[in-house]
């Protein structure tokens, strides 16, 4: 089985930052992408930011500039860090790990989420 496991959300202003992290564990041969995703209230699920294991990133138009994906591929965690924030960026973000665990079976796993509120 694999955990994927967030930390990092709270409450901030407009123009703070924060840090999210995320640690995948269990039966993990290898992980291929990560990511955060975020869903506001009445809206769908998005992505935010993803990172191969290669290190290649991208970002939503909306984060560019303001938030940087990082992953440590040795530890199973990857991180975001959330810079100049908005209200708008107000949501839920889940981890996204896209793990090839016991059985080489590949598969994408979430995590429960963690709320991030912006105030004005």
């Known amino acids: 089985q694999v955990q994927v496991v967030e930390s990092g959300g709270g409450l901030v202003q407009a123009g703070g930052s924060l840090r999210l992290s995320c640690a995948v564990s269990?039966?993990?041969?290898?992980?291929?992408?990560m990511g955060w995703y975020r869903q506001a209230p009445g809206k769908q699920r998005e992505l935010v930011a993803g990172?191969?294991?290669?290190?290649?990133?991208n970002y939503a138009d909306s984060v560019k500039g303001r938030f940087t994906i990082s992953r440590d591929n040795a530890k199973n965690t990857v991180n975001l860090q959330m810079n100049s924030l908005k209200p708008e960026d107000t949501a839920v973000y889940y981890c996204?790990?896209?793990?090839?665990?016991?059985?080489?079976?590949?598969?994408?796993?979430w995590g429960q989420g963690t709320l991030v509120t912006v105030t004005s």
């Open positions: 996204n790990a896209r793990v090839r665990g016991s059985m080489s079976v590949l598969r994408d796993y």
């Open positions: 269990g039966s993990i041969i290898s992980i291929n992408a």
């Open positions: 990172i191969t294991s290669g290190g290649n990133t």
